[in-house]
């Protein structure tokens, strides 16, 4: 449907055979277009500036652009948008789901039933951690990280956070390093942006602080974690588990995370329901055709010169 609203507007090169490009194809393609509808997945970096002198727009579906270099785009003269707010209660609801699913060992236990193992239940068999009343630390206290710490209030969960930057309209506790509010929580959600700012935000030092009762969960980006150091904490147990819906290299999940326990591993879904996702679209389409039109266009992104 939106690729029918977009062939309204524009002469549409899209990639009919559903298959990843491959990043010959992708410059390829793009060499030829004005304007472009990227995923996160899609890089517009440099080496496709250079050989796509006539695009003049890239709209991302995804509120991150880390696939985007601003700077090389503003100096080509290209305007990066995104998909900012539409997705931010949807992701919330995710990233808390994600959390609940990793403490009472849904996704395990679930795979224990489907292969036929009941018979095998033991007293302890799945006991997981508690939920409400426990301690949440939000790692980038944004749009996203706000809506999820409306949810944890609901849990009675008492909420601390740390960002680049105090939040002066949040009430919650400020730790002013990650390592800190690792120490000082049972659960560390990860929702910062991606990119070079939060490369291994979260290292082998901030999981040894999270400790062995607490738990990882990450809904930003792959790269805000060292997956090495997680694997090696998952493995030796000091950390109690992961929920990860993003991964350093995607789509490859290493099968040290894809066996090990206590975790649930799901495929960078945060924003995906067919609700927000349309509505996704529906800025894309919004953000394409305000350019084009010369209108203002509704989601530049703010770094965009
Ligand atoms: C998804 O990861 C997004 O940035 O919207």
């Not at 969960?157 to 939040?167: D, E, G, K, P």
């Amino acid at each position: 449907e939106v690729l029918e609203r977009l062939a309204g507007h524009f002469e549409l090169r899209s990639n009919q055979d559903d298959m990843p490009w491959t990043p010959e194809s992708w410059i390829a393609a793009l060499s030829s277009c004005q304007g472009a509808l990227t995923t996160g997945a899609d890089p517009i970096r440099p080496e496709q500036l250079a050989s796509c002198a006539d695009l003049r727009i890239c709209a991302n579906m995804a509120v991150g652009f880390n696939n985007f270099d601003v700077p090389a785009m503003s100096a080509a003269r290209v305007v990066a948008t995104n998909t900012p707010d539409v997705l931010t209660e949807t992701t919330a609801d995710f990233g808390f789901a994600l959390l609940m699913a990793t403490a009472r060992r849904m996704t395990e236990s679930e795979h224990f039933l489907r292969a036929g193992r009941w018979t095998q239940w033991r007293y302890d068999l799945f006991a997981g951690a508690e939920v409400h009343g426990s301690t949440l630390g939000i790692l980038g206290m944004g749009r996203i990280g706000q809506a999820i710490a409306k949810r944890a209030l609901a849990f009675d969960m008492s909420i601390a956070y740390h960002s680049r930057h105090r939040v002066e309209s949040v009430p919650y506790t400020y730790f002013a390093t990650a390592k800190e509010l690792a120490a000082h929580v049972d659960y560390l959600v990860v929702i910062t942006p991606g990119g070079a700012g939060t490369k291994h935000l979260v290292n082998a030092e901030v999981l040894a602080a999270l400790g062995n009762k607490g738990y990882l969960i990450n809904v930003a980006r792959g790269s805000v974690v060292d997956q090495a150091a997680l694997i090696e904490a998952l493995q030796k147990k000091t950390i109690a588990g992961a929920g990860l819906d993003v991964f350093a290299d995607e789509p490859r999940v290493p099968s040290e995370l894809r066996l090990a326990n206590h975790t649930v591993l799901t495929p960078h879904i945060g924003s995906a329901t067919q609700q927000t996702r349309q509505a996704m679209a529906d800025l894309c389409l919004a953000n394409l055709a305000a350019h084009f039109e010369g209108q203002p266009i509704p989601a530049l992104v703010p770094e965009c010169a």
